[in-house]
């Protein structure tokens, strides 16, 4: 399997790469992301937009993103905010993304715990 960087232009943490599958027309895009656990909403609209920007450039392909966006006031089987950790506006670009690349969240439970546990 080849696989090659995809160029991103942004500085946050986001990096993908293009994977050409034998059984794929076209390539499998596969990204991954860190959203530190901040109020900065600059980032957030920073990493949403190269995020977009990807979802664009190779529009039809398969795109699977991973990572640790620290999110956890989205409610994602409902798509709603339940939680006040961070600004409404950091969990509602999150929400619009999602839905405007046409993707879903699959995970949708915590997958760390406190460090006591």
């Known amino acids: ?6 160029d991103l232009e942004t500085d946050n943490e986001f990096v993908a790469a293009a994977f050409l ?10 990204a991954s992301l860190y959203r530190p656990t901040n ?5 957030t609209e920073k990493i949403c937009n190269a995020i977009s920007n990807i979802s664009l450039k190779y529009k039809g392909h ?5 990572g640790d ?4 006031d989205i409610d994602w089987s ?10 409404v ?4 670009s999150y929400i619009d993304l999602i839905h405007d690349i046409g993707c879903q969240q699959l995970v949708d439970f915590p997958t760390r715990y406190d460090n006591t546990q």
């Open 21 to 30: 599958c034998t059984n794929l027309n076209k390539p499998l895009i596969v």
């Open 89 to 92: 506006q950091i969990n509602k």
């Open 62 to 66: 398969p795109l699977w993103i991973g």
């Open 78 to 87: 409902s798509d709603s905010i339940t939680g006040h950790n961070y600004p």
């Open 1 to 6: 399997m080849d696989a090659t960087e995809v």
């Open 39 to 43: 109020n900065n909403i600059e980032y």
């Open 69 to 72: 966006a620290n999110l956890p």
